[in-house]
T-cell receptor, first 111, second 113 residues
Framework: DAKTTQPTSMDCAEGRAANLPCNHSTISGNEYVYWYRQIHSQGPQYIIHGLKNNETNEMASLIITEDRKSSTLILPHATLRDTAVYYC????????????FGAGTRLTVKP | DAMVIQNPRYQVTQFGKPVTLSCSQTLNHNVMYWYQQKSSQAPKLLFH???????NEADTPDNFQSRRPNTSFCFLDIRSPGLGDAAMYLCATTQTLNSYEQYFGPGTRLTVT
C-alpha cells in the first residue's frame, strides 16, 4: 500500500504557481520523498526528490516540513503542458523496487 | 533521443492467446522494471531484472513472465491473457537499485478481446 495521501484533483490557472500537497505521516528516517508526474498516455517522469532539506531544480521546488510528515511540490509558473497526474512516493534511497505509487493528484492547468 | 523504447505502443490479443511486449533501452542501465497500470489506477510493479537476476513481486500472477536476453532488451510475456490483464504496461530502467530516477518508456496499451 502507498504510504502517502494526496488530494484527488486540483486546478491551477496558467502562469500561476501550482502547490501540490502530500501527507506522509508514517515516513521513516531513511525514506526519501519522490515526485513523479504522468502526462496522459505517457510513462511517468521523474520531477524531484528530497530527504529533509528543501530542494529545487529546473522543473520544480520541493518543500518538506521540519517533522517530515508532509511536503509540497511547487511548480512556480504552471503551463498547460503541466496538466498531468502527480505522484508523491516515499521510499528508501537504496531500494528502487519499493516504488509504491499512490493514487496521485490530477492537476489541471487552465488558460 | 529515445532512451526507453516500447513496442508496440498498442497491442490487441485474444483471450488466452500468448502475447509478448518488448522494451529496449539505450541507457546501458543495469536494472529494468515492468509495471502494470490499469485504467485510472496507479502503476504497479510486476518484477524487475538487476542485470540477469530476476526479481518477482510477491503478488505478481504466474501468468506473467519476463526475459532479459541482454542489457538492452527486456520482454514481458503473458502466457494466457485474461480480460483483466487489459492495461498499460510500462517499462522503466535505472542504473542501479539506488538510483534516484527511474526512466520510463511510453508504455504499451494491451487490449484483450
Amino acid at each position: 500500500d502507498a504510504k502517502t495521501t494526496q488530494p484527488t484533483s486540483m486546478d491551477c490557472a496558467e502562469g500561476r504557481a501550482a502547490n501540490l500537497p502530500c501527507n506522509h505521516s508514517t515516513i521513516s528516517g531513511n525514506e526519501y520523498v519522490y515526485w513523479y508526474r504522468q502526462i496522459h498516455s505517457q510513462g511517468p517522469q521523474y520531477i524531484i526528490h528530497g530527504l529533509k532539506n528543501n530542494e529545487t531544480n529546473e522543473m520544480a521546488s520541493l518543500i518538506i516540513t521540519e517533522d517530515r510528515k508532509s511536503s509540497t511540490l511547487i511548480l512556480p509558473h504552471a503551463t498547460l503542458r503541466d496538466t498531468a497526474v502527480y505522484y508523491c512516493i516515499v521510499r528508501v534511497a537504496y531500494n528502487n523496487n519499493d516504488m509504491r505509487f499512490g493514487a496521485g493528484t490530477r492537476l489541471t492547468v487552465k488558460p | 533521443d529515445a532512451m526507453v523504447i516500447q513496442n508496440p505502443r498498442y497491442q490487441v490479443t485474444q483471450f488466452g492467446k500468448p502475447v509478448t511486449l518488448s522494451c529496449s533501452q539505450t541507457l546501458n542501465h543495469n536494472v529494468m522494471y515492468w509495471y502494470q497500470q490499469k485504467s485510472s489506477q496507479a502503476p504497479k510493479l510486476l518484477f524487475h531484472y538487476y542485470d540477469k537476476d530476476f526479481n518477482n513481486e510477491a503478488d505478481t500472477p504466474d501468468n506473467f513472465q519476463s526475459r532479459r536476453p541482454n542489457t538492452s532488451f527486456c520482454f514481458l510475456d503473458i502466457r494466457s491473457p485474461g480480460l483483466g490483464d487489459a492495461a498499460m504496461y510500462l517499462c522503466a530502467t535505472t542504473q542501479t537499485l539506488n538510483s534516484y530516477e527511474q526512466y520510463f518508456g511510453p508504455g504499451t496499451r494491451l487490449t484483450v478481446t
